[in-house]
C-alpha cells in the first residue's frame, strides 16, 4: 500500500481546514488499487515552531509520498517542510502550483518532483511508478510523465489537455476515505469547470484556454451533500459559472433543488451575460 499525505494550507478566519486543490486530487487517486490518500491541513499562519512539529509528525507517521500545492503564500513553509522531511521514509515530494514558474529553487532539498498545471494525471502516474518499484532517481530521468513534459527541472503539463473528473470528493462515503470527518458546514470552496476563454491575465485561471466542465452527474452528487449537511455559503471559484451560461443556469438550478438554503458567491461574466 503506497501512502500518500496532501498538504492543506488554510486560513483559521475563514473556515474550512481543506482547500479544493487538494480535494480534487485526493479524489483523482481515491479508485486507484493499493493507494491510500488522506489530506493533512496545516493553518496558513502557523509559526515556524509549530510548523517544525508538523513535519515531525510526517516523518513519524506512515506516509511515503507528500504533495504540497506551490503558491506565493505558501511557498516558503513548503520549502520549510520538504527540507526537514526524512528521505529514509519518503519516497518522492510532488510540489505543484504557479509559483514554481516564479521562484529560485536552488535552495530546496534537490530531489523534489516540480510541476506546473492540473495534477490529477500526473499524480496518479506518479504513484503507479512508484508501486512498480521505480524510485525516485529513476522518475527523474522521464522526460514525459503523463500528460507533462519535462523542461529544466519542471514537469510542464498539456494545457487545454484532458480532465480528470470520474470522482466526486463531497460525499459522505469519499470524505470518510479521507479520514475527513470535520466537514465544515459554515463555509465551502467549490469549481464546477476550469478554464476562461478570455485573456485578461489578472484572475490565475488563463491556464486553460478552452472551459471545461465536470460531469454533471459528479456535480449533481456533490450538491446534493451540500444540502444534506445544510452548508451555509459556498463560493464558487469558476471565472465564468458553469462555464457557459446554459451550465450556469444548469448548476443554479441544482442548488436550487438540492441545496436550496445554501448561499451562493459566484461570478459571470459581463461578457457573456450582459
Known amino acids: 500500500m503506497l501512502n500518500i499525505g496532501l498538504l492543506s494550507f488554510f486560513d483559521e478566519d475563514e473556515g474550512g481546514k481543506y482547500t ?3 480535494l480534487r486530487i485526493a479524489a483523482s487517486l481515491l479508485d486507484m488499487d ?13 509559526c515556524d515552531e509549530h510548523l517544525l512539529s508538523e513535519i515531525d509528525k510526517i516523518n513519524n507517521s506512515d506516509f511515503e509520498v507528500i504533495g504540497m500545492s506551490a503558491y506565493v503564500w505558501t511557498w516558503e513553509k ?9 528521505r529514509d ?24 518532483l516540480f510541476s506546473y498545471g492540473e495534477g490529477e494525471l500526473f ?13 525516485i532517481q529513476d522518475i527523474h530521468q522521464m522526460q514525459k510523465i503523463a500528460n507533462a513534459e519535462k523542461k529544466d527541472d519542471i514537469y510542464i503539463i498539456e494545457k487545454d489537455g484532458e480532465l480528470y473528473n470520474s470522482i466526486p470528493i463531497y460525499t459522505f462515503d ?13 463555509y465551502c470552496f ?6 476562461c476563454p478570455y485573456k485578461c491575465g489578472y484572475c490565475g485561471h488563463k491556464f486553460r484556454q478552452i472551459p471545461v466542465t465536470f460531469d454533471k452527474s459528479i456535480l449533481e452528487n456533490e450538491i446534493r451533500f451540500f444540502g444534506e449537511v445544510g ?4 463560493f464558487i471559484v469558476d471565472p465564468i459559472l458553469g462555464g457557459t451560461p446554459k451550465r450556469g443556469k444548469e448548476i443554479l438550478s441544482m442548488f436550487n433543488k438540492y441545496a436550496p438554503n445554501t448561499k451562493i458567491t459566484s461570478f459571470f461574466a459581463s461578457r457573456i451575460f450582459g
Open 34 to 46: 493499493n493507494v491510500s490518500v488522506e489530506i493533512i491541513p496545516i493553518p496558513i499562519n502557523i
Open 190 to 195: 467549490y469549481e464546477t469547470t476550469r478554464g
Open 231 to 234: 452548508l451555509k455559503r459556498i
Open 78 to 86: 513548503i520549502r520549510k517542510i520538504s527540507l526537514g522531511l526524512n
Open 89 to 112: 521514509k519518503i519516497k518522492a515530494v510532488l510540489v505543484g502550483g504557479p509559483e514554481i514558474q516564479n521562484s529560485i529553487r536552488s535552495d530546496w532539498y534537490g530531489d523534489e
Open 20 to 22: 479544493i486543490a487538494s
Open 174 to 186: 469519499n470524505l470518510k476515505k479521507l479520514k475527513i470527518e470535520d466537514f465544515c458546514t459554515d
Open 123 to 135: 499524480t496518479r502516474e506518479i504513484c503507479k511508478l512508484l508501486i512498480e518499484g521505480a524510485n
